[in-house]
C-alpha cells in the first residue's frame, strides 16, 4: 500500500522539485491517490472533523493570544475586551471556547468508533496509541486554556485540578508547589498556563501528523473489519471522500455554527463570567462537559490518591486496550455479544457525565429515600458513578480479554466487496447482479 | 444504524448538557418573562434600554460599578443612544453630554496633582467606591457586584435580574432574618440556618444584603412609559443583557448570513457526493 | 481525476450522465469551499485593526497657554509625538519669506496654519523620511532637524534639505477657543 507511488509530475518545475523534494508526491500520494476502503461510513468522517477542529483552534487561538493579557489583573477584562471592542472579537472568542466542546465532541465520536469497528487491533496499535497522545495533549490543553479567562470557574477549577497532584505520596506537595510557581494559584500559574496552552495545540499538530502516517501504513480500517484484498475494494482518497468527509465537515461545522451564535454559552458556566475570586468559591464547582466523566470517577473514590489513580487510570488503560482484547475480530458487527456489552459501556461513559454533573448526595430516583444499605444511601449519584465506573474498568479488563476467548463471532465476508454487493440497497442496479464485469 | 447513533449522540449531548443549566441552591427558578432580544432574531428594544439606563443610572449605580462599561458604548451601534448620523459614538452629542456630567479623577500633567475633570466619551463608567473595601464598609459588609457582564454571570440571567428585583417578599414565619439582610426567595443560597420550621419546608432562596431597590415612581422615564416597578426591573434587566453582550445583534445577523451559507454549501456538497458516488457500491 | 481510479470504478463515465450538470455540481461546491473561506477569513483580518477603545482614545485637547513664544511643546497622540509650536514673529516672517523658495514638497506657509493663527504651528512629530522624531531648533533652517538620515524642516515644517519627500504633517485640530485646541 505504501511504498509504491502514482504521482507522475507533469510539469518542469514538479519534475524539478520532485527530485529534491518530494512534497507534491506525498501530498498526492497520501491525500489523493490514497486507496481507501469503499466501504467508510460517515463515522469514519471524523478524523477530517477533527483536523477541521484542530485548525480553528489553531487560528483563533493565535488570534486570540494578540489581544490577550496573562495577568490576574487584566486577564478578565482583556477577555471582555476581545468581546467588546475588537473587531469580530466577538465571533473569534465565541469560536475558540465553543470549538474546544465542538473538538471534544468529534474526538469521542472517533474514539466510539474505533472502539466499536476495532480499530485499535493489530497492525494499528501504534496509530489507536498515538490517538491516545493526542486525547491526553487536548485534555491538558482545554483544562489550561479553561483557566485563562481568570473566571470564578476558572481559577477554582485549576485549584481543583493542580491539587490533585497533592494526592501523590511524599512529593504531592512540592509538585503543586512546583506548578504554581507559589503557595497558591496566582499570577505565576497563569503566566505558565498561558505559555503551555499556546505550546500544546502544537505538539497536538505534530503527534496528527504522525497519527496520519500511522493510519497510511496499514490503511484504514472500515466497517467490515476485513483486510482490504484487492483494489476492488477500494477508491482513491480523492474525489471520493474528500467530498464526503467535505459534507459532513459542513454539517458538522451547521451544529459548531448554532452554538457559536446563537447559544453561545451554553456549554460554558454561568459563574465564569465572575471575576476569579481566591476568597469565594462557587456553590457548586463542575469542571468542562467533557471532563464530567472522569470528575465522576474521581468522586466516586472516597479516598484522596484512589480517586486520583482510578481518574488517571481510566485513561492509561485505553492504551493498552490493544493488548487487551484478545478477539481477532474486528469489527463487533460480527461479534454480538461484545456489541451488546460495547453499548452497555457506550451507556456507562453517559452515566458518569451525567454523575459529573450532580451533587453526589443528588438522588438518582427522586422521593425515594429508604434505598439504604448500613450508612450509605444506594440511591445517590455517587453510587450511580461506582456502579457505572465499575463497568468502564471491568470492561476493558474482564469483558474484552475473556470475550475474544469464548464468544462465537458470526460469519466473516470474503472481502469488503461482498458484503456491499450483496446489500441490494446500496448495490446500483446492474451492479450486484453482475459483479464480474465490473473490471 | 447512522439514524441510530445521531440520535443516541444527540441524547448523549442532552445529558452532558444538563448540568451546564441546572442552578445551585435552593433559589427558585427565575419568573417567565419575554424580552425582545430573545430568539435567533431577536433585537434590543432602543427605548427599553435608554429606561433601563436610566434606571441604572438613578438607582443602581449608587452602590453597583459597571467598570468594563466606556460612556461611548452608549452610542455604539445597537447601544441605547446609538444615533446613525453618528457612526463613531465619540461625536455622538447625547453620549457626550451624558459624560460631560460626571466628574472623572485624572492627573494634571502639568502639577501631577489628582484633579478632577469632566468626563469624555472615552471614559469608564465611573465606580460609586474607590476599591472594595470602601464599598464593603459602605454596604454593611456587602460587595455590590459590578453589572457589566451580569446577565452572563447568573443563569437565566435576565429573568434573573428581573425576578431577583421584583421577588422581596416577607420572610415566612420562623425565618430569622439577621441585621442588614433581606429575605429573597430567587436569590442563590440556603436559609436553612436561620429556619426554625420543619426541615422539609426550608423555604427557597437565601438572603440578600441590598433592600429592594426599586419602587414605583421612583425613576420618571422620558418616554412617558409608566414607571412602575415591574417596568423599572425589566428596562434595567434589559439594559444588563445588552450592557453583558453589545454585540449580540450583530452575532445574531452574522449568524444567519452564516446559517443560510452553510446550508446551501452542504446542499451543493451532497449533490456532489453523490454524483460522486453514484456508480459505486459501497 | 477518473483516469487515476485504476480500475476501481471504471464506469463513472456511463451512458445516461450529463456532464455539463456533473461539472457545474462539482465547480459550485468549490466555489463555495472558496467562498467560505474568503468570508470567514475578513474577520480574522479586520481583528487587527485598531479596535473600538484605541479609536476611542483618538483625539486629544490641549492647552495652549502650556507653550512660551519661541518654544515648543510635544505631546503623544495616536501613539506619535505631536509638536505644538508657538512662533516668534522672526520666524513667521521668515516662513513667509521662504514661500517661492525651491524645495522639495513647496507649500505656503499659511497653508500649514490656522487662518489668523500663525503663530501656532500643531505638526506630526515624524520625520516623512522613515518615522524618527526630529530635534527642535535643530539643521540648516532653524526649523527642525532628523538625527537618523539628516533631514532639514524650516520653521514651517517644510522639508528643505535631506532624503524626506515630504513636509512634517499637519494634523486634523480645531480651536476650541483662542487657548485651546482638539486635534484629532
Known sequence: MSGHSNYEPKTGIERWLDTRLPVVRLAYDSMIDFPTPKNLNYWWTFGGILAVCLGIQLVTGIVLAMHYVPH?????????????????????RYMHANGASMFFIAVYIHMFRGLYYGSYKAPREVLWILGCVIYLLMMATAFMGYVLPWGQMSFHGAVVITNLFGALPVVGEAITTWLWGGFAVDNPTLNRFFSLHFLLPFMIAGVVG???????????NNPTGVNVKSKEDTVPFHPYYTVKDGFAIVVFLILFATFVFYNPNALGHADNYIPGNPLVTPAHIVPEWYFLPFYAILRAVPDKLGGVILMFGAIAVLFVLPWLDTSKVRSMRYRPTAKLYFFIFLL?????????????????????????????????????????????????????????????????????SEPVLSHPANAPAGAAASPEKRG | MLRKGIALAALGLAILAAPAAQAAGGALPPKHVEFSFEG??????????????????????????????????LGQKGGPF?????????????????????????????TGDVI????????????????????????????????????????????????????????????????????????????????SGPHDKVPPGGFIAMAPPLAAGQVTFDD???????????????????????????????GMAAMIYLFIFAGLLYASYRKIWKNVAH | MADTVAGANPDTHAAGDDPNRRDFIHIAAAVAAGGAVAGLAWPFIDQMNPSGDTLALASVEFDLTKVEEGQQVTIKWRGKPLFIRNRTGAEIAKAIGDDSASMPDPQKDEDRHKPGKAQWLVLVGTCTHLGCVPTFGGGDYGGWFCPCHGSHYDVSGRIRKGPAPKNLAVPDYTFLSDTKVKVG
Open chain 1, 210 to 220: 504522525l497519527h496520519i502516517w500511522a493510519l497510511h501504513v496499514p490503511g484504514n
Open chain 2, 40 to 73: 435567533p432574531f431577536g433585537k434590543f428594544d432602543q427605548a427599553e434600554l435608554q429606561r433601563g439606563y436610566k434606571v441604572y443610572r438613578e438607582v443602581c449605580s449608587a452602590c453597583h460599578s459597571m467598570n468594563l462599561m466606556y460612556f461611548r458604548n
Open chain 1, 72 to 92: 490576574v489583573d487584566h486577564a478578565f477584562a482583556s477577555v471582555e475586551r476581545i468581546m467588546r471592542d475588537v473587531n469580530y472579537g466577538w465571533l473569534i
Open chain 2, 116 to 195: 478632577e475633570r469632566p468626563g469624555t466619551s472615552a471614559d469608564k463608567f465611573p465606580s460609586p467606591f474607590p476599591n472594595e473595601a470602601a464599598a464593603r464598609a459602605s454596604n454593611g459588609g456587602a460587595l455590590p457586584p459590578d453589572l457589566s457582564v451580569m446577565a452572563k454571570a447568573r443563569h437565566h440571567g435576565p429573568q434573573y435580574i428581573y425576578s431577583l428585583l421584583t421577588g422581596y417578599k416577607n420572610p415566612p414565619a420562623g425565618l430569622k432574618v439577621g441585621v442588614g439582610q433581606h429575605y429573597n426567595p430567587y436569590m442563590n443560597g440556603d436559609v436553612s440556618a436561620a429556619w
Open chain 2, 82 to 110: 446609538y444615533d446613525a448620523k453618528y457612526k463613531n459614538p465619540n461625536d455622538n452629542p447625547y453620549v457626550k453630554s451624558i459624560a460631560k456630567d460626571y466628574q472623572i479623577k485624572d492627573i494634571d500633567s502639568e
Open chain 1, 348 to 416: 456507562a461513559c453517559l452515566v458518569l457525565g451525567y454523575c459529573g454533573g450532580q451533587l453526589p448526595d443528588n438522588h438518582v430516583i427522586p422521593g425515594l429515600s429508604t434505598f439504604k444499605l448500613g450508612d450509605a444511601d444506594l440511591n445517590s449519584m455517587v453510587w450511580l458513578s461506582r456502579v457505572a465506573t465499575l463497568y468502564y474498568f471491568a470492561y476493558f479488563l474482564v469483558v474484552l480479554p475473556v470475550l475474544g476467548l469464548t464468544e462465537t463471532p458470526l460469519p466473516l465476508p470474503e472481502s469488503i
Open chain 2, 224 to 254: 412617558g412609559t409608566k414607571s412602575t416597578l415591574d417596568q423599572q426591573a425589566k428596562d434595567v434587566a434589559a439594559f444588563i443583557a445588552w450592557a453583558s453582550e453589545p454585540k449580540m445583534e450583530e452575532r445574531k445577523a452574522f
